[in-house]
């Protein structure tokens, strides 16, 4: 009987057990996490909400071409800014004031924002005028093996995928690090990739920064799988392994 127990804790043992290589993260940082990289916008997408400002040397002529940003003097709370916000529609066009429908699709917000000052130069609307463009409903989806699951929303222009990670409270034990699952969605095109926190190498490609609508999936790694099935316990090993001795011992008599 000792024996029958003696090889189910190996078994479990064996099956259950992570290296060191299957849990630390930037394991070659020195060789492969040196290097130089761009902070890239992101091109605007339909759903995005913008927010978009106009200024001019004289404020009272600016006027007609903003919306939404200060009433009365009081800053409004980002869900207001959204509602006021311009809703970039599924052909790629947002509706401005006096201007009309504006072409978005392949413009970052900065270009956008000189597309915008070249129209109203253009068209004598203002002199010299000075254009902000904002996304104002950034956001990634995190699923899986994190601590805290959901949907963020991120005001900064450029957050990294550890970041992003860091808002969900970071990977369980369970969670796969050299396999994490990111899909990104641009011009109607998905592409789907495989990310390797284990490594560096990434930080050295287009995935080193989350894009706005990112989907990250960390899947459970294989300790986690089989702790899912059948076997989920020391105590469930054991019950197996007891009945099937009691049977053994009942067959041969």
Known sequence: MKIVYSYALIILFLTSCASKKDIYYLQDAPTNGVGTFNYASADIQPNDILKIT??????????????????????????????????????????????????????????????????????????????????????????????????????????????????????????????????????????????????AKFMNSPYYFVKPNDLIVVNPNNPRVKNAGYIANVGTVLTIASLALSVSILLTR
């Open 54 to 199: 106009v200024e001019s040397d004289v404020p009272e002529t600016a006027l007609p071409y903003n919306r939404g940003a200060v009433q009365g003097g009081i800053a409004q709370n980002i869900q207001v800014l959204q509602l006021d916000g311009y809703l970039v529609d599924v052909d790629g066009t947002i509706d401005f004031p006096v201007l009309g429908k504006i072409s978005t699709t392949n413009k970052t917000t900065a270009a956008l924002a000189d597309a915008i000052k070249s129209k109203l130069i253009a068209g004598s609307h203002l002199a010299a005028p000075n254009v902000n463009v904002r996304l104002i409903n950034a956001k990634v989806t995190i699923l899986g093996e994190v601590n805290q699951p959901g949907t963020y929303n991120f005001t900064e222009q450029n957050i990294t995928l550890m970041q992003a990670l860091g808002y969900a409270g970071d990977l369980t034990i369970n969670g796969k690090r050299n396999d994490i699952l990111l899909t990104r969605e641009i011009n109607g095109m998905r592409q789907i990739t495989h990310i390797d926190l284990t490594s």
